[in-house]
């Protein structure tokens, strides 16, 4: 696996550190492997991040999940280098997480597709992992899914289904998302989309790093932003959260 990302980078076909592949189930031992990564500094930590728990993670496992947010953005302060996460408090993430799973309920609505239910919607708001989720109908849902195929629904269906249930901002950055396909912008070179959708790449934003010390430093707004951890309390006033 190091051999395959060496050589991606050496002939400047992406930008591959690995942990998107799990490693190995001890802590200490995947710890141990970033020592190398985090001490000099690399432009990406991690090119991908899972964001279900590894028993939940369809695709292979990353060498981090869900379960490891609270350690990732502590390391990140401490060793000030950018792992592409950030501390959100509970009451935002429940708003968002409540937001998108009604966003998909009147979505399945409109495109009618299996329903998703009012106790799916509560479940999807403060689940962890699919333990957590009642039962679906798998055959009814495998069924919708071949009705997508065959209808021939498109990502403009999905942004006209959001608009119409009024999701209107949802549907807006769906809608970005797919003029960046679009355009390409995304195939070129180790490319990322800023928070404003901007493409950043090896053409518009190349790689300078020569060593530690350069390339891409962890500083002003996003450094400050990374050191406002959750759960940390004022010395003073115990009760008061700081981060």
């Known amino acids: 696996?190091?051999?395959e990302n060496l050589v991606a980078s050496m002939m400047d076909l992406e930008c591959a550190s690995g942990n998107d592949q799990s490693f190995s189930h001890s802590a200490?031992?995947?710890?141990a492997r970033m020592m190398p990564q985090l001490l000099p500094g690399t432009d990406f930590v991690c090119s991908g991040f899972s964001a279900v728990p590894n028993a939940d993670n369809m695709f292979a496992g990353s060498n981090f999940d869900t379960e490891d947010y609270d350690d990732w953005n502590t390391i990140q302060r401490d060793f000030q280098v950018d792992g592409g996460l950030r501390h959100v408090r509970e009451?935002?993430?429940?708003?968002?997480?409540?937001k998108a799973a009604r966003a998909l309920q009147a979505l399945f609505a409109y495109l009618d597709l299996p329903a998703v239910t009012d106790e799916e919607v509560e479940a999807g708001t403060y689940a962890n992992s699919s333990a957590d989720y009642p039962f679906r109908d798998v055959?009814?849902?495998?069924?919708?899914?071949q009705a997508v195929m065959d209808r021939g629904i498109t990502g403009l269906d999905i942004v006209k289904g959001l608009e119409a249930s009024g999701f209107h901002d949802v549907a807006e950055n769906l809608l970005t998302v797919l003029r960046q396909r679009v355009s390409g912008d995304l195939?070129?070179?180790s490319a990322?989309?800023?928070a404003d959708f901007t493409p950043l790449s090896a053409i518009n934003d190349p790689n300078d790093y020569a060593g530690p010390g350069t390339g891409y430093r962890l500083q002003g707004e996003r450094w400050a932003e990374l050191k406002k951890l959750r759960h940390v309390t004022s010395a003073t006033d115990p009760e008061t959260e700081v981060g």
């Open 192 to 194: 990322v989309l800023t």
């Open 1 to 3: 696996m190091a051999a």
């Open 28 to 31: 200490m031992r995947r710890t």
């Open 187 to 189: 195939l070129q070179t």
């Open 91 to 98: 009451d935002e993430i429940l708003l968002a997480r409540s």
């Open 139 to 145: 055959l009814a849902d495998l069924k919708g899914a």
